[in-house]
């Protein structure tokens, strides 16, 4: 599986950070393989074993010995034209410039363990949290299984942005779709599919309200829509009819 929600909450910020630096210093990765189920470690174990390829795990799926099986672990790939022949896609695993140990170093300074510097089976693509050390050893004698240590994450509540838009994570991992919430004091409306909304117009029981570009609803302000200035009330309610305007000590016009 490739969604990096799907682990850690500390894996998750550290490979957002790494994304982040990797994209400062001008270095394309995109994230890889993250949390791995029993059946597919199993099947990546049988490689270069029982079914053709070259051996590219020591570790077997039914008894959890890969650290992707525990959501502490991604890999990564090349995402850059790294031959100059103007694709990236075949250039993923291309380490013909030593990007990937410069990525390892990258990562080693956000405080991840990098599969390159490993003596069995060299992983450059892979990167894992040291917290529980190197194998799964330790997870598996405190937790027993990935489903009791995912029980143990606390995932804090935030803003999250991905290829669609802005979401926003409560602590459970569940998120608003189809309404309202206020968020560190201002209101925001999710779509179907949970994402804010922004730039638009919302009814809602009869009355008008407006999404701002920051998805932010518009209250007790004049805003301007397009070639248009509108009043809203502190509630946000747009304001109909006769509206009174006061100005404040600045002498700016306010609602
Ligand atoms: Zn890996």
Known sequence: ?????????????????????????????????????????????????????????????????????????????????????????????????????????????????WGGDWKSIVDRPHFQLPDWGSTPSKLKSEYGTPEAFKKTWKKAAGWVKDSEGWWYRHADGSYSKNAWEQIGGEWYWFDGAGYMVEAAWKETEGKWYYLKENGAMAHGELCAVGDEIYCFAEDGRMLEGEVTLHTNERGALVV
């Open 1 to 113: 599986m490739r969604d990096i929600t799907l682990c850690h909450p500390d894996l998750q910020a550290r490979a957002a950070k790494l994304l982040a630096a990797c994209e400062a210093a001008g270095i394309g990765i995109k994230i890889g393989e993250t949390l791995r189920t029993a059946a597919e470690q199993d099947e990546l174990y049988a490689q270069g074993r029982t079914k053709p390829g070259n051996i590219v795990t020591n570790a077997k799926g039914s008894s959890y010995s890969s650290m992707h099986q525990w959501g502490v672990a991604f890999d990564f790939y090349l995402a850059m034209d790294v031959d100059g022949d103007g694709k990236t896609s075949d250039d993923a695993y291309n380490d013909s410039t030593g990007l990937f140990a410069k990525v390892g170093q990258m990562g080693k300074s956000l405080g991840l363990e």
